[in-house]
């Protein structure tokens, strides 16, 4: 059984440009969600896709975007990085209706 | 807009002796789950508590969810320098599939 995994595990990036990070999630889960996590604070919810479509949404700007794809496979995009954009962004699929978290190792994303 | 406060932030300790992380919350949530992270890698479960007052062990980890499914705690008894990492509970609020994290209580456990 594949895990969840992410790529690429660490970018550096210029303020103002825009980034895309990747999710592979585990076999026979189809729901994906995405999480930022600063330094020093616990991961913060960015939203969530189930069957391709967004199902549900945190406290983030409208510059966050993500799609899913048929294969559940799912990316992250950031446009006009901020420097308070550095952080880890964490992907994590679940099986239908399950509402417990399996985590990929992070993307590592640092704004300058 | 519900939150989950942990403590302690720090726990430094040696390695036998026992400890207790809290999360708190005045949210009531429909169950609770305990991560651990390791620097460089994602959170991996390590139990989810549904039931109000449920107590669930995993070898000398003991979880506890509070009787108004508010509040658990985390107990680890006579810890070991393995046990060293960043502990995350993470509520799940009624009707919702998004995680609501506690910002986490950071164990260093010496030998």
């Known amino acids: 059984e594949t895990g969840v995994t992410q790529s690429p595990t660490h970018l550096i990036k210029t303020r103002g440009q825009q980034v895309t990070l990747r999710c592979s999630s585990q076999s026979g889960h189809n729901t994906v969600s995405w999480y930022q996590q600063a330094l020093g604070q616990g991961p913060q919810f960015i939203f969530q896709?189930?069957?391709?479509?967004?199902?549900g949404r945190g406290n983030f700007p409208p510059r966050f975007s993500g799609l899913q794809f048929p294969n559940y496979s799912s990316e992250l995009n950031v446009n006009a990085l901020e420097l308070d954009d550095s952080a880890l962004y964490l992907c994590?699929?679940?099986?239908?209706?399950?509402?417990?978290?399996?985590f990929g190792q992070g993307t590592r994303l640092t704004v300058v | 807009t519900q939150l989950l406060e942990q403590s302690p932030q720090f726990l430094s300790i040696q390695e036998g002796e026992n400890l207790t992380v809290y999360c708190n919350s005045s949210?009531?949530?429909?169950?609770l789950q305990w991560y651990r992270q390791e620097p460089g890698e994602g959170p991996v479960l390590l139990v989810t508590v549904v039931t109000g007052g449920e107590v669930k062990k995993l070898k000398r980890l003991t979880f506890q969810f509070g009787d108004a499914r508010k509040d658990s705690s985390l107990h680890i008894t006579a810890a070991q320098p393995g046990d060293t990492g960043l502990y995350l509970c993470a509520g799940v609020p009624g009707g919702y599939n998004k995680l609501i994290f506690g910002a986490g209580t950071r164990l260093a456990v010496h030998p």
């Open positions: 896709y189930y069957r391709e479509e967004e199902n």
């Open positions: 994590a699929s679940s099986p239908t209706g399950g509402t417990e978290a399996f």
């Open positions: 949210s009531v949530f429909s169950s």
